[in-house]
Structures are given as structure tokens and as C-alpha cells.
């Protein structure tokens, strides 16, 4: 009888556990597919940045060094990798980008290109995208940190040496604003 | 405004189960009066009755339910004639992008199809059905007449709607009783009332008046939610706050989008007295919050974050005495704030106007320009560079002294920031007499012309069938008297809005309305006969 009660609760705990692990597996999954995300808009700014630069280059000649800031930031953060230092590259990279839109607004010339508009237009909405892929990203993150900490998940989470993920940013970036349309401001 | 992007589940409301419940009775009841007067009195009635009565309601209240919500976006997108944005057009492109932007927040979960309502209103509209399509749908004029970061501040504010799960119910209830009594309301106004001798219509009539009672369910603190949502996502409170309030002053699309769909819209199509008022039974009854509040409630959001923003940057206005020299961050008309700039560098931007919205960066209140004293000195001495002659009246939307200057002969009074014209009432009749004497109207007023003409006539003739022929949205003070302009069509065949005050006998026409209005006369563009 008492054998059977013992062997009653630990198949009850062997099945809690199992739960368990499978909510953390979903979880870390869940943050790994929204990083991908982030990879792909990456890439896609990463491959509209030299089409840009080619374009403008004739019209900007006084901005040169401008345009070298842009891509030498674009440069480091195709070479980056781990959250950590792939965040500190691309907001180099954003931030060098908004400077090169605040001055392109001084070229009435550059306004009236059909081209040149487009390519900005889906920048802008690239660079939006990955303010809202990273946003996803953190909470994710934040989700899956909180669900390995918590009790009792703690104790299955160390039993199977889950770590917790890295933020996409350091906290003080993490509030500045997620879209260009304020960055610009406050430097 | 607890959004979490994680996850977002549609939520399988209770409320649907109401509306459910509610189509039961009134099917229910429906078939009881129809069937009343052949049964030979009450003691007939047996529970077999009963059950026929009821398996007939439930089936008719099944396929009803199933016809009007399983499917509905596609029947909205069918009744506002809306199309997919076409990948080729620039600003339609732009859309396609920032619905694409909103995707990627629902982490790929939710697929939003997007589409143009080919209409100049200003309006926007998310519905989703239980197929589980969503749709975010916008008014061609709306696109055009709003910048990029005011279309992903309305846009977001739909997907908040869609992904809450407040937008499944509301469109469930709009396409459950609302086209069922825009239907009726139609075969009411042509019928003119007599329909009403027909007993059975009566009764499904009154019994769809319930419908009306469904708003009830929908509270307005969704609109408020979804704005605060809207300003998570895109950081730009003033963007939302600007797109509200270009659609107090223009027309939302009464008449155009049906009475079934004003639940879903952005803001009311209809501008009504109840809308805009507070109280328990305007709380109760209506469907949208006043906008004034809405965007009062926005702009409290920009100060606070313009104070956060100053704490994270070590700014030299801190360090500097702020009162010697004031800097100002100005919003460009692409909708960035920048800044800080001194005084001098602010009056070197090209489009800084009156109406640029100005904030000082000790932090306090953002401001149109005008009201700034020393930022109206910047517009009085660009008004002081040419040979021109100031008259003593100022524009009543800018705020600044209007120009005198010359046209078709006459003189007339021009604002140089917005383009907008004074004209002595008497001199209007002689301005058009004179028209094409110079030169001959343009393509482009032509054609603008002919659009706005069809515009106003499907509106006037809507506010003709609602009887109510008044103009709602804040009124332009006149500029020699500073009593509030009345709204008004130049005359009944030439639909035109201007503003006029009776007092001092003047009119004021808006940026390209006295053009148009001298083109539509030239050309003989007139209202079409049954409008008069």
C-alpha cells in the first residue's frame, strides 16, 4: 500500500516536471524564432545601406565624412556576433544612419530623386522593424528569464542547466525611443 | 495599457455569446407575433409549440450568425469597394511597409491584410472575423494627407484593436445587427416612412433598434487603450494627436462608410452631439470618446515623455542658465523633433510656419509656433523682407498679419504661411466674373475641382436624408471680428466649403478653394440636378 502511494507521488512529480520542462523548451524556443527575426531585418539593412550610400554619393560630396561613418558602422556590425556586441554595433550603425538622414534633408536635390525616396522609405521601415522585432525579442527574453526564476520552475530549470538569454541591449539603450523619429533628438 | 506582444491570443469573448443569445430571442420573438395571431388563443399553446418556435429560432439565429460573422471581411472590403494597395504607388507602398512593421510586433502570428477605401474622407477601419482574417482598412484620403509617422500611429492604434480582441466582437456585432438596420434605415428614407403601415416591418424595426442598445457593450475605453497602445509602439503621441485632429475638421466619410461599419472606424463617421459629450448616458450610449479629450489625454503624453527623455541625456541646457537663451526643439514636417536649436538657428529652417509645433527644452508644453511671443517675431520679420504690404487682420488659422496683394484685378488678403485667401464678400461675385481673363484654370485645380465637387454631393445628400444640414468640427474665428466663421457650401450647386462671417462680410477660403471655386464656375461644374 505504501509502496503504491510512494509510487503514485513520484510518477505525479516525474509528470509535473515534464510539464514543466516542456513550457521552458517552448519558451527558449519562442526567443530563439524572434531572434531570427532580427537577424532577417538586419540583413536586409545591411544590404540596403551600400545601395543608398552609391546613390547619394554624387550629390553629397561635402558629407563624405558622413557617408564613411555609415559605412564603416555597417562594416563592424556585419562582423559582429552575440547579442551583446551585435546590439553595440547596430546602434553605432543607428545612430550614423540618422545623422546621414538629418543631413540629407539639406539636399533638395536628393527630395526630388524618386530613387533615393524609396530607398529611404524602406530603411525607415527597416529600421522600424528591427525596433519592433528587438522589442519582441526583450519581452520574450524577459518571459523566459522570468519562467527559469520563478518557483518552483527554479529547481527543474537547474536540474537542466537552462541559462538565461541575453538581452538584445543594455538597459539605458533598451529606453531610449524604438523608432528613428525620435533618435534624432537629445544628442 | 498592459499590451504584451507576447503571445497574443484571440480571446473567444463572452460577449459574442450575448450577441448569440440576443439573435436567439429576437428571432425567437420574431416567429412568437407572427405565429400568435393564427393560434385560437393562448391555451393552445403546448410545449410542442415551444419547441417547434425554438429549434426555428435557433436555426434561423445559427445561419444568421454564421452568414455575418464567419466571413465578414471579406463582406466589409465588398461594401466599402476597398482594394489591396497597389505595391507601385508610392504612398500605398508606404502602408504596405508599415502594416509589414506591425507584423513583426505580433511576432508573425497575426496576418493582417490591409486595404484603400477609394474615397477622399478621412477615416481608418480594423475588422476581424472568426476565420480569423483581420483587416486594417484606410481611406485613399487619409493616405495622402497624413505623413508617414501619423499613418503607423493610426495604423497601430487598428492593430491594437485587432489584437486585443475587441475588434473580433465589435465587428461580430456591427455585421450581426448593424447592416441589417442600415438596410432598413435605406428602405425607410425612400419609402418615406409609409413602409411603417406595414406591421411586421414596424416590429422588426423596433426589435433592431436593440442593436443600438449593443453599444452599450462597447465601451469607449478601448478607444483610449488603443491610442496608448499606439503610442507603446510608435513613441509618437503628437503624430496620433495631429491625425485626430485633421479629422475633426474634415469629413470622416458619413454617408460613404455605412451607419453598420461606424463601430470599427477610428473615429465616428458621423459626428454627433453624443459623441462628443461625457456623462453617464453619453458614456453609455455611444461608441467613440470625444476626440478633444482624446487628444488632450495624447498631448499630456508628449510632456512627460519629453521630460524622461531630458533626464537620460546630460543636455548643456542643464548646465546652462535656460532663461539667457531659450532652445526649442521643433517638429519637421516629416514629423521628427529636432533640436535643441537657439532661437536664430530655428528662424534658418525653411519650414518653420506658424502652425509647427514648438517646445522649449526646459521641458514645458509643446506650442503651436504662434503662441510663442518670441517665435512670432521670426514670422513678422519674414513678413517684413519683401515689398509687401501688411494688412491689419491676421490669419485665423496661423495667427499671423495677412498680405495684401492683387488678384484677378481686385485686391484681396493673403496669408503667406498657409496659403489661404480673405476676400470682401461683394468682391467674390466679381473675382469669378473675372475668371480665365489672365490665365486659364489649371489641370490640377480643374481635376481637384471635379473631385471635391462629387465628394460634397454624396456627403450633402446624406446630410439632407438625416435632416440635419449643420457642419460639425471646430469653427475658424473671423479674422476682423474674431466671432466664430460660419462653415458653409458657397451656394447649392457649387459645393465648395468656405467660411464666412455675416457680421463683417467676409469670406475666407481655404488653401486652393477660391481657385476651385472660379474653375468649377468656368467650367460649368455643377452639383447634379436631384441634389437641389
Redesign the interface.
Given at each position: 500500500m505504501v509502496g503504491l502511494i510512494v509510487l503514485g507521488v513520484l510518477a505525479a512529480v516525474v509528470i509535473w516536471m515534464v510539464m514543466i520542462y516542456n513550457g521552458l523548451i517552448a519558451a527558449r524556443n519562442?526567443v530563439q524564432?524572434?531572434w531570427k527575426?532580427i537577424d532577417v531585418?538586419l540583413k536586409r539593412r545591411h544590404d540596403l545601406i551600400p545601395n543608398l550610400v552609391a546613390t547619394v554619393k554624387g550629390a553629397m560630396e561635402f558629407e563624405q565624412d558622413t557617408l564613411e561613418k555609415v559605412i564603416s558602422a555597417r562594416a563592424k556590425a556585419v562582423g559582429a556576433s552575440g547579442p551583446h556586441s551585435r546590439a553595440e554595433a547596430e546602434n553605432m550603425l543607428t545612430q550614423a544612419l540618422g545623422k546621414l538622414f538629418?543631413v540629407m534633408?539639406n539636399y533638395p536635390d536628393l527630395k526630388s530623386n524618386?530613387n533615393i525616396?524609396?530607398l529611404q522609405?524602406?530603411l525607415?521601415?527597416t529600421e522600424?522593424?528591427i525596433s519592433?522585432?528587438r522589442?519582441?525579442y526583450n519581452?520574450?527574453v524577459a518571459?523566459f528569464r522570468t519562467r527559469i526564476e520563478v518557483f518552483p520552475n527554479n529547481i527543474v530549470s537547474s536540474l537542466f542547466s537552462f541559462k538565461p538569454e541575453e538581452y538584445f541591449e543594455a538597459e539605458?539603450a533598451a529606453?531610449?525611443?524604438?523608432?528613428?523619429?525620435?533618435s534624432?533628438?537629445?544628442? | 495599457m498592459p499590451i504584451?506582444?507576447?503571445?497574443i491570443e484571440r480571446r473567444t469573448n463572452w460577449r459574442i455569446a450575448i450577441f448569440f443569445m440576443v439573435l436567439l430571442c429576437l428571432y425567437a420573438a420574431i416567429g412568437f407575433i407572427l405565429t400568435f395571431p393564427s393560434l385560437n388563443g393562448l391555451y393552445q399553446i403546448s410545449p410542442r409549440f415551444w419547441l417547434v418556435l425554438l429549434t426555428a429560432a435557433l436555426l434561423a439565429a445559427g445561419i444568421h450568425f454564421w452568414f455575418a460573422a464567419y466571413n465578414t471581411v471579406d463582406s466589409v472590403i465588398r461594401g466599402l469597394d476597398a482594394r489591396p494597395p497597389d505595391p507601385q504607388d508610392?504612398v500605398h507602398?508606404?502602408f504596405l511597409?508599415?502594416i509589414?512593421?506591425?507584423r513583426?510586433?505580433t511576432?508573425?502570428k497575426q496576418k493582417i491584410r490591409c486595404a484603400v477605401i477609394p474615397s477622399l474622407s478621412l477615416n481608418a477601419l480594423a475588422a476581424a472575423d472568426l476565420k480569423g482574417t483581420a483587416l486594417i482598412a484606410i481611406t485613399e484620403g487619409l493616405l495622402s494627407r497624413l505623413s508617414?509617422?501619423q499613418i503607423?500611429a493610426v495604423a497601430a492604434h487598428e492593430a491594437h484593436h485587432i489584437l486585443s480582441g475587441d475588434c473580433l466582437e465589435t465587428t461580430v456585432a456591427a455585421s450581426l445587427f448593424g447592416t441589417l438596420s442600415s438596410a432598413l434605415e435605406r428602405i425607410r428614407t425612400f419609402s418615406q416612412n409609409r413602409i411603417f403601415s406595414l406591421p411586421a416591418f414596424l416590429l422588426a424595426w423596433l426589435l433592431l433598434q436593440l442593436g443600438h442598445l449593443l453599444n452599450m457593450f462597447i465601451s469607449r475605453e478601448r478607444e483610449y487603450r488603443a491610442d496608448a497602445a499606439s503610442v507603446r509602439?510608435?513613441?509618437?503621441p503628437i503624430?496620433l494627436a495631429e491625425a485626430l485632429h485633421l479629422l475633426t475638421r474634415s469629413w470622416r466619410g458619413a454617408g460613404f462608410i455605412g451607419s453598420g461599419y461606424e463601430m470599427l472606424c477610428i473615429v465616428n463617421p458621423q459626428a454627433s452631439n453624443l459623441d462628443e459629450s461625457e456623462g453617464f448616458w453619453s458614456d453609455l450610449f455611444s461608441t467613440h470618446p470625444p476626440i478633444g479629450k482624446r487628444i488632450n489625454v495624447l498631448l499630456g503624453m508628449a510632456r512627460i515623455r519629453r521630460a524622461d527623455?531630458?533626464r537620460?541625456?546630460i543636455?548643456m541646457s542643464s548646465s546652462a542658465p535656460s532663461s539667457a537663451k531659450p532652445s526649442y526643439?521643433a517638429m519637421?514636417p516629416s514629423?521628427?523633433?529636432?533640436?535643441p536649436l537657439p532661437l536664430n538657428e530655428l528662424a534658418l529652417l525653411p519650414w518653420l510656419t506658424p502652425l509647427t509645433w514648438i517646445s522649449t527644452s526646459a521641458g514645458g508644453d509643446v506650442l503651436r509656433a504662434w503662441k510663442d511671443p518670441l517665435i512670432s517675431l521670426i514670422f513678422g520679420q519674414r513678413l517684413m523682407e519683401g515689398e509687401r504690404t501688411l494688412s491689419p487682420y491676421a490669419c485665423p488659422s496661423c495667427r499671423q498679419p495677412l498680405i495684401t496683394a492683387s488678384y484677378e484685378g481686385t485686391i484681396i488678403q493673403q496669408c503667406s504661411f498657409c496659403a489661404g485667401t480673405l476676400v470682401d464678400s461683394d468682391k467674390v461675385p466679381r473675382i469669378i466674373a473675372r475668371t480665365g481673363r489672365d490665365q486659364p484654370c489649371s489641370e490640377r485645380i480643374t481635376a481637384l475641382a471635379r473631385t471635391v465637387l462629387k465628394e460634397n454631393q454624396s456627403r450633402q445628400l446624406y446630410r439632407m436624408r438625416q435632416n440635419s444640414g449643420k457642419a460639425n468640427g471646430p469653427l475658424l474665428p473671423c479674422p476682423k471680428c474674431n466671432n466664430p466663421m460660419r462653415r458653409q457650401f458657397y451656394s447649392m450647386s457649387h459645393l465648395i466649403e468656405i467660411d464666412r462671417c455675416g457680421y463683417c462680410g467676409v469670406t475666407w477660403f481655404d488653401q486652393n478653394e477660391l481657385q476651385m471655386l472660379q474653375c468649377m464656375i468656368h467650367h460649368r461644374l455643377t452639383a447634379e440636378r436631384y441634389i437641389l
Open positions: 519562442d524564432a524572434s527575426q531585418q538629418a534633408e524618386k525616396m524609396q522609405e524602406e525607415t521601415s522600424n522593424r519592433f522585432a522589442q519582441l519581452d520574450l518571459n539605458e529606453r531610449a525611443t524604438p523608432s528613428v523619429n525620435l534624432l533628438k537629445g544628442k | 504584451t506582444f507576447i503571445d508610392e507602398r508606404i511597409n508599415i509589414e512593421e506591425l513583426v510586433v511576432g508573425g508617414r509617422p503607423e509602439m510608435t513613441r509618437n503624430a527623455l531630458e537620460n541625456t543636455p526643439y519637421s514629423q521628427q523633433w529636432q533640436g
